[in-house]
């Protein structure tokens, strides 16, 4: 199958810091190629991706990331060079919009964020015609949009270390902000007894903020923050952890930073907020808690937990050949679908 990847224009595929997006599309175009698809992985010109690879926008035209006309810029490019596929996979905003242009192109798109407002109007506005795949069945479940197919991230998890948790403190990994309960995980570490390393993006304006007024007066000795650590830093830090503490208080669509400690063996405490659920089995990989009493319980019983079994929970239920899977079921049956209808009807 000739399957045309196009990714956001914002960051590298994969990125060299944060980037969950930009994790889960490499190893989407690794995976299918290795499956022996033909593969053109359309993206951020600094990509390291190991598939064909074209880019539209060059890297200076990126660093201000969100701009609608550089996404447009983006999107109009890709389909041109995407318009002979079997199909498209187009993680964009604009493409799955723009992609209207090309009637007998079948179109399948991720949303990687919350159905908020705009981004229902935006996805409302391409089905049927686009084929809408949501990351965890919550993610399918906060929406009234007709869903496609739930797909869940995948990794390849020999590419994480096998972690002993011995380095004597609990992580924290994701963004410098209120929603990821960077804030309650310091206090909840220090009930605890246990030191705290946090790994968290802060480049945005309200990043700073809330780390200023919130994080940074209560740094110390048993609380570091470490910035926003690349691949290689991010898997030692998961690998040494106890366990990686998650308490977040929003419907997060998927969350790579639990399936990435898992990957490494390490259990996952947090909130049963979003996909949490359907990662983290609780008592057996790790400890989903609502209050604070609940999570200092659950990290000091993350001894109890076997790490062998976190780690082949990811390999069975997030690898990327399941992945792999799952999108081809759903190009597979977009195919179909298109083929099918008439051009004036399902697929224009």
């Known amino acids: ?176 902000a209120a929603n990821k309960g960077v804030h309650r995980a310091i206090s909840v570490a220090r009930a605890a007894g246990i030191p705290l390393k946090i790994a968290a993006k802060m480049r945005e304006p309200h990043e700073v903020a809330y780390f200023e007024e919130f994080v940074e007066p209560f740094l110390g000795d048993d609380v570091v923050y470490l910035g926003e650590v690349d691949a290689d830093g991010k898997r030692q830090l998961l690998a040494s952890a106890a366990a990686l503490l998650n308490p977040i208080s929003w419907r997060e669509p998927f969350g790579m930073a639990m399936l990435e400690s898992l990957a490494c063996g390490t259990p996952v405490v947090g909130c049963p907020e979003g996909a949490a659920p359907e990662i983290v089995e609780h008592g057996v990989t790790g400890f989903l808690g609502e209050t604070d009493a609940e999570l200092i319980a659950g990290l000091q019983s993350v001894d109890r937990i076997d790490r062998a079994t976190c780690r082949e929970h990811a390999r069975r239920r997030f690898s990327v050949e399941r992945m792999v899977e799952g999108y081809l079921r759903v190009y597979e049956q977009h195919i179909t679908r298109c083929h099918a209808s008439p051009p004036s009807l399902e697929c224009v």
């Open 1 to 176: 199958m000739r399957i045309a990847i196009i990714a956001p224009p914002w960051l590298p595929v994969p990125a060299p810091a944060y980037g969950g997006t930009e994790a889960v599309i490499d190893q989407l175009a690794r995976g299918l190629h290795d499956a022996g698809h033909d593969v053109l992985l359309i993206c951020h010109p600094k990509s390291e991706c190991p598939v064909p690879k074209r880019s539209v926008v060059p890297e200076e035209d990126t660093v201000r990331m969100g701009r609608a006309s550089i996404e447009i810029e983006h999107a109009i490019g890709a389909y041109e060079l995407a318009k002979y596929s079997d199909v498209v996979h187009d993680h964009t905003l604009a493409g799955p919009i723009y992609s209207a242009r090309f009637s007998n192109l079948p179109v399948v798109t991720t949303n990687h964020n919350a159905f908020t407002r705009t981004y229902s109007a935006l996805y409302g506005a391409v089905i049927p015609r686009v084929a809408l795949v949501a990351i965890s069945q919550s993610h399918a479940d906060s929406t009234p949009l007709p869903v496609a197919a739930v797909v869940h991230h995948g990794v390849n998890v020999n590419d994480f270390p096998v972690g002993t948790g011995d380095g004597g403190y609990v992580a924290l990994l994701g963004r410098m």
